[in-house]
């Protein structure tokens, strides 16, 4: 089944540890996204993929890093840990097909860092 | 500079009263807007696209460039429609900027 997958959903760990957020997409998606998202505040997107081997950063500064070597994966990984990191993190795709790109979102990963 | 605002982060109305949720953007191109939904415990999901000028779930939205606004409608508020809803702005290439949300209750 066509979907969007990203583990761990809940995440708690100490500061210094270095973290990798899955996601992967059975969607057959080239464009990918991680988004971050505070409670109640808006999405803001942290980096972004076209395809393989293709990597940009998004609007918000992020200290994460991510790598696209297969078309259907896109992790996250932050090296060092810190409170401040404690957020959810969201990943989705899209396909850009004719009209306009819909993203499909993936059930999120929620990052607490003590 | 490109933004999306919502100036509502919570609206309650009851079950069967007309529901509007606003959505005003700033964007100097031509814009593309969404209006996405999460309902609880499930993931954000695509609601409607002003391209479509669809009505889904019996909700709609026009865009008003002169107000640079894209409202979202229903005449008829249902409980089922209690949810988050996120109204978003695709501005150039495929960078997507979304709102902060409107958490809508809808009483019985």
């Known amino acids: 089944e066509a979907d969007i997958y990203q583990t761990p959903r809940y995440l708690v760990i100490g500061t210094g540890k270095k973290i990798t957020l899955e996601c992967s997409q059975t969607m057959g998606h080239d464009k990918m996204y991680w988004y971050q998202q505070d409670p109640g505040m808006e999405l803001h997107l942290i980096h972004y993929s076209y395809g393989v081997n293709s990597t940009e950063k998004g609007d918000l500064s992020s200290e994460s890093t991510v790598s696209r070597i297969r078309t259907e994966h896109f992790p996250l990984t932050l090296e060092s840990a810190r409170p401040s990191h404690t957020s959810q993190y969201l990943c989705?795709?899209?396909?850009?097909?004719?009209?306009?790109?819909?993203?499909?979102f993936g059930p999120g990963t929620r990052l607490t860092v003590l | 500079a490109q933004r999306v605002t919502q100036p509502e982060k919570l609206l309650s109305v009851f079950k069967g009263a007309p529901v509007e949720l606003k959505c005003n953007y700033s964007y100097s191109g031509s814009p593309e807007l969404f209006w996405y939904v999460q309902y609880s415990r499930q993931r954000l999901q695509l609601l409607l696209r002003?391209?479509s000028r669809e009505s889904i779930k019996g909700f709609t939205a026009d865009l008003n460039k002169g107000e640079t606004s894209f409202h979202l409608k229903k005449p008829f508020a249902q409980e089922e429609d209690s949810a988050m809803y996120y109204c978003?702005?695709?501005?150039?290439?495929?960078?997507?900027?979304f709102g902060a949300g409107t958490r809508l209750f809808v009483k019985a």
């Open positions: 978003a702005l695709m501005a150039g290439g495929f960078k997507t900027i």
């Open positions: 989705a795709s899209s396909d850009p097909g004719p009209g306009i790109d819909e993203q499909f």
């Open positions: 002003h391209i």
